[in-house]
């Protein structure tokens, strides 16, 4: 994978990161929305920066997944 495309993956999870910062809990397609991409593509970041313990995710109102920070979430992930 080219440096590239890692950087921009990063800053598209950074945006991700900050919107939720700004505005709390939201489900996927409002951050979809915001962000002006396909729910399917916030879904895999969002998926990625839950694996990376950044995000915190609620299946408690369905159909709608909702999404918070993570405490420490403005840290770097540890390995």
């Known amino acids: 994978m080219s440096e590239r495309v890692d950087r921009k ?3 598209i999870k950074d945006r991700i990161l900050k919107l939720l910062d700004e505005k709390g809990k939201m489900h996927t397609k409002g951050i979809a929305g ?4 396909s729910s399917a593509t916030v879904s ?6 839950e694996g990376e313990k950044r995000v915190k995710r609620y299946d408690d109102q ?3 997944v909702y999404w ?3 405490e420490g979430s403005n840290e770097e992930p540890t390995s």
């Open 44 to 49: 895999k970041y969002l998926a990625a920066l």
């Open 34 to 37: 915001d962000m002006e991409m």
């Open 62 to 64: 369905p159909p709608y």
């Open 9 to 11: 993956r990063e800053q």
């Open 68 to 70: 918070t920070l993570n």
